[in-house]
């Protein structure tokens, strides 16, 4: 899979303003221009790269999996990965530029250092979006379907996982993610996840369960 690329399109102004806490409220045009002025610099500086390796998956109990070595144990993962015999796990980066830019602008304009944390993040999401893309085009041949992005955090999957999944992605070597003594990946713009393959096509919203209407779904994850 190519490396995907960010456009200022693809960082939708909806998703900063959800990060910055706003809930159907419109925001004023001040506020408008410094997210444009924010997604304009976070593009200067990011480089994103992401790492992913598949393997076959097993159930050993009913909340209890294991892939790649890896025995990963989550009610709420077990019901996302129904039906699924693989998965990939998945890290992705948006490079330490993004943390030296927030940390220039946290001691000198904190408005825009909490911007820019927000644009991050939204651009973090568009660029795992347009990597889920990319796999699910490689995958037609098979005719195999992914899954949403499961993420260490999520519901009753441990933050522990973090480290297991960088362990087994070489992220470090690969892609540059280190984890922190504390626990935090570094740079701060990064993801890990695991992804079920399914031949049965879910109609799952590629964003995640937060963007799906469909709150019976049973692959839905819970917060």
Known sequence: MPQPQITEEEIKQSEVLRYLGYRGQRADEAITEQIRECIHEMLRVIQPRCVYRRFPLTFL???????????????NLSTNLRGCREVIYFAATLGNG?????????????????????????????????????????????????????????????????????????????????LSEG??????????????????????????????????CAYRRQD
């Open 183 to 216: 626990g935090v990946m570094i740079p701060e713009k990064s993801v890990t996840a695991v992804m079920g393959l399914s031949r049965e096509q879910t109609r799952c919203h590629i964003e995640g369960c937060e963007s799906c209407r469909n709150k019976n």
């Open 61 to 75: 109990e009913e909340d209890t999996m294991e892939a790649g070595g890896l025995v990963l144990k989550s009610r």
């Open 98 to 178: 993004v943390d030296r830019l927030m940390t220039r602008f946290g001691r000198l304009n904190i408005t825009k250092a909490a911007i820019l944390q927000a644009v991050g993040a939204a651009a973090m999401e568009a660029y795992c979006d347009q990597c889920q893309r990319s796999l699910e085009e490689d995958l037609q041949a098979e005719h195999l379907y992914l899954r949403p992005r499961f993420s260490p955090g999520y519901g009753d999957l441990s933050l522990t996982y973090q480290a297991e999944f960088l362990r087994v992605l070489e992220a470090t070597k690969k892609i540059g993610i280190v």
